[in-house]
């Protein structure tokens, strides 16, 4: 599969941008931003189901960033973007950095049942060994993933592109809604927002997966309810977190997550559910044909690009979220 092309030659400035199947859209995204071409590579599956990868462009010596975001199916699109960095180390490229939004199996990130695998230390030995030098994500499920890498990674957010909206709105009755496994999270967009902080007591089955929501501590009554979470795959959280905060009378809700899994059922849950709107990144990108009226989609093929642009021009990429202190306040629990 051709997934662009470019003028054949020495790249620009020897940085180059390639994209994997998973996500093409980003990919000309970010390209966009930097005002680059994708690179160009050929990607299929043999008869036995065996991938095949081929550079079409001249990588040597070139700084190359090579894109694939992880979606189903992950096996497939894992093993693809592996295959890619191996190719493009066998065409001497001086340095490849994988750039995966939504980090695969981030969620397997401990040891919580006997005899079981941390699959996330797996994906980030394997992005190593395929000769990847460097790794560029967002939003870990859990920051001790980032110590599973043993080459240097760069970790951003999505958050303060969601808080940012949320600003713009100008609602001057907001308050943050996060669940008791997400309360970082919650704090710190709470924090950005200037807002109070609610917070859900929610219980998850660590066999069946089944959600439990069990109570909320503070005041949402009359107001407008931003709920946050860091990512929406079966939306039963969402569900249930949604039923507490509506049993307490909000003037609206409103719901907003760094990764849009959205299986099947979850599209349907957000279009029959009591909120305003779903506001989303495009780290994944969403199912064709499927129901979409109340999520809104923001790019972060800017704040990707940008990361790229430092990364390659060895700035700091940490500065990107360098944040002041001043006329910041910290959230309180209830109004």
């Not at 991938?51 to 199916?73: G, H, K, W, Y």
């Not at 695969?104 to 230390?121: E, F, G, L």
């Amino acid at each position: 599969m051709s997934l662009g092309l470019r003028v054949m030659g020495a790249p620009t400035n020897g940085l180059m941008v390639f994209g994997c199947r998973g996500h093409p859209a980003l990919t000309r995204g970010v390209c966009g931003e930097l005002d680059c071409e994708p690179g160009a590579l050929d990607i299929f599956e043999y008869g036995n189901d065996n991938t095949f990868v081929r550079i079409l462009d001249n990588v040597r010596e070139a700084d190359v960033f090579v894109v694939q975001t992880s979606r189903r199916p992950v096996n497939q699109f894992v093993m693809e973007m592996l295959i890619t960095i191996d190719a493009l180390r066998r065409a001497s490229a001086a340095r490849v950095t994988a750039v995966m939004p939504y980090f695969p199996y981030m969620r397997s990130d401990k040891k919580d049942q006997p005899r079981v695998p941390i699959t996330a230390r797996l994906v980030a030995d394997l992005l190593a060994t395929a000769g990847a030098d460097r790794v560029l994500t967002l939003d870990l499920h859990a920051d001790q993933i980032g110590g599973f890498f043993s080459i240097p990674g760069d970790h951003l957010s999505g958050m303060p592109l969601l808080t940012s909206y949320f600003e713009q709105q100008g609602f001057d009755d907001l308050v943050v809604v996060g669940d008791t496994g997400r309360i970082k999270t919650a704090s710190e967009c709470a924090r950005r927002l200037m807002a109070p902080l609610a917070v859900l007591d929610k219980y998850r089955d660590p066999i069946t997966s089944d959600v439990t929501v069990r109570g909320l501590v503070g005041d949402v009554r009359g107001r407008t309810v931003l709920y946050v979470e860091d990512e929406v795959a079966t939306g039963q959280s969402l569900r249930e977190g949604l039923r507490e905060i509506t049993r307490h009378k909000p003037r609206a809700a409103y719901a907003a997550c760094v990764h849009p899994v959205f299986l099947e059922q979850a599209y349907e849950m957000v279009e029959q559910s009591p909120l305003e709107a779903m506001v989303v990144t495009d780290s994944i990108p969403l199912a064709p044909g499927r129901p979409h009226t109340k999520i809104k989609v923001l790019s972060i093929a800017p704040l990707l690009a940008e990361a790229i642009r430092r990364i390659h021009t060895g700035e700091s990429v940490s500065a990107l979220f360098a944040e002041r202190a001043a006329g910041w306040s910290q959230p309180t629990i209830g109004v």
